[in-house]
């Protein structure tokens, strides 16, 4: 047994060896050269990882054994080495039972805490622990998971004592689960298409690449927020940059799909044209048809933009060719006529500035079942959505 354990440890630290391992730091510029945190989607594997503005993302072809295990669930520990105490973090999907157990590496249990884990992000501190290397073990009655901590800490004759540290409601999210360490990891095999958003205060920033050296990437920061205070995150796609989600400004001839909040909260609110004009951002407008011409041209022209600018999730299947690639992150949030609600989860529609005539303007439109992005024209009084494009 203790043949094969190493002949498998061997194989993927050979595998490793061969698979290609970049690192990505980032910058912040623009409005702001602080980079608060990261979250990083492999929209290729569906996979995702928060961080630090501070660390830097290490991709990798196999995850290291200490860093990442069979198992789904990730588990954060930080400081690590540590001195006097450290802090243990993990995400679960539901309220349940969690024993925590920290064992020496010849499998002597040192320690254990058995406590309710809510939904979310949970955290438990350690403390007391000697100079050594040890196992964490955390186990549910669903899933369990282990991670290596390393004590530097220079206790003697004291109890080593695990405490539960309640998480503020504000860091609930999984995406905000991040470590303290400088490197984080996460697989990632050559060719995969990264969605990385950057985040420095209220400011977002987004960028799609396909990673093929180790690099330092600089996010650009545009101020980009509405009349009532909603901030929206911003994507450079060529030499525009736009907005990345739809303008959820509420106003007077505007609407939520179904006449439902969530629906705003989700796909941005719905307006009539005359309306659409008056409100963008300041320092943004409403795009001319020109301009997302210019768009769907760089994204190499209609029959294909769509797939480009579509969002990965959130679509009626098939979504067809949706690869998100732009990080334009279109959602199918429908239209409305006269309190007549249709198309949700098909179809997007977005209006631009121009006239076609006295009743009807240029709208753009992408839909589920194909990679187009077509061009038509409404009627004024119909309620589609808004994207801003920065002046």
């Not at 999907?93 to 969690?98: E, F, K």
């Not at 990437?217 to 525009?240: K, M, S």
Request: proline share 3%; charged share 15%.
């Amino acid at each position: 047994m203790k043949k094969t354990i190493t002949f498998i440890m061997l194989l993927l630290i050979a595998i490793a060896a061969k698979a290609q391992n970049y690192q990505i730091s980032f910058t912040g510029s623009g409005e702001s050269s602080v980079v608060d945190s990261i979250y990083v989607e492999n929209l290729t594997q569906g996979t995702e990882l928060g961080l630090a503005g501070s660390e830097t993302l290490n991709l990798v072809g196999t995850l290291s054994v200490d860093s990442h295990f069979a198992d789904v669930k990730d588990i954060k520990i930080y400081p690590n080495p540590m001195q006097e105490k450290s802090r243990i973090a993990f995400y679960n999907d539901q309220a349940d039972i969690v024993k925590l157990e920290v064992f020496n590496l010849v499998g002597k249990l040192i320690s254990s805490k058995t406590e309710k884990a809510n939904l979310g992000i949970n955290t438990f501190e350690i403390n007391g622990l000697p100079a050594g290397v040890y196992i964490v073990k955390l186990s549910t009655n669903s899933w369990q998971s282990s991670s290596k901590l390393i004590s530097e800490g220079v206790a003697m004759n004291s109890q080593t004592i695990i405490s539960r540290v309640e998480t503020p409601q504000t860091y609930q999210n999984k995406s905000t689960l991040n470590s303290s360490q400088s490197i984080i990891q996460m697989q990632y095999n050559d060719g995969d298409l990264l969605l990385i958003e950057g985040l420095s205060g209220d400011n977002v920033s987004n960028i799609t690449m396909v990673p093929t050296q180790s690099q330092t990437l600089n996010l650009e920061f545009f101020g980009c927020a509405d009349a009532d205070g909603n901030n929206y995150a911003t994507v450079t796609i060529g030499n525009q940059v736009w907005m990345s989600e739809n303008l959820n400004y509420e106003t007077g001839n505007s609407w939520c799909y179904d006449a439902d909040d969530a629906n705003c909260d989700l796909y941005g609110r719905l307006y009539d044209w005359q309306t659409a004009l008056t409100v963008c951002p300041s320092g943004w407008h409403l795009p001319s048809d020109a301009e997302w011409t210019e768009l769907i041209d760089y994204l190499g022209g209609p029959s294909v933009a769509g797939g480009k600018m579509k969002s990965v999730t959130g679509w009626y299947p098939p979504n067809v060719e949706a690869t998100n690639s732009s990080g334009f992150s279109g959602l199918p949030g429908g239209a409305v006529i006269t309190n007549y609600y249709f198309d949700v989860d098909y179809y997007t529609y977005w209006w631009s500035s121009t006239e076609y005539n006295a009743d009807r303007a240029w709208h753009r439109y992408i839909y589920f079942g194909n990679d187009d992005s077509t061009k038509h024209h409404g009627n004024k009084n119909y309620g589609y959505s808004c994207r801003c494009i920065k002046d």
